[in-house]
């Protein structure tokens, strides 16, 4: 059973930051694309941001764009997700998702993805 698990959600006021974190058990963790997707209650759940296996591309939803961070550590088997100037409307559950690296996919459509973490809540007050 392949696990995702994310961590580093909370509650946090407009303005501020919070950094994601999801580890995964997967290998060579190096071969997979990541991603995050959020879902607010009610809601579909929609692409944030990810990363190709090797860390070289990133895209970003154009909501979060400029505000949030990708990144990887393949040694750590670790991608985070930064996040500044957290605004109301970032509040979701944070999903991780992973997908083993082939040519010609879309990593911003979300059934591009396999292996998905249970998530882990953002609360922005503010």
């Known amino acids: 059973q392949v696990q995702l698990v994310e961590s580093g959600g909370g509650l946090v006021q407009a303005g501020g930051s919070l950094r994601l974190s999801c580890t995964t058990a997967?290998?060579?963790?190096?071969?997979?694309?990541m991603a995050w997707f959020r879902q607010a209650a009610g809601k579909e759940r929609d692409f944030v941001a990810a990363?190709?296996?090797?860390?070289?591309?990133?895209y970003y939803a154009d909501s979060v764009q400029g505000r949030f961070t990708i990144s990887r550590d393949n040694d750590k088997n670790t991608v985070y997700l930064q996040m500044n100037s957290l605004k109301p409307e970032d509040a979701a559950v944070y999903f991780c998702?992973?997908?083993?690296?082939?040519?010609?996919?879309?990593?911003?459509?979300?059934?591009?993805?396999?292996?998905w973490g249970q998530g882990t809540q953002v609360t922005v007050s503010s």
């Open positions: 990363i190709s296996w090797g860390g070289g591309s990133t």
């Open positions: 997967q290998r060579p963790f190096s071969s997979y694309n």
């Open positions: 998702a992973s997908a083993w690296a082939s040519g010609g996919v879309d990593l911003r459509r979300r059934e591009t993805y396999r292996y």
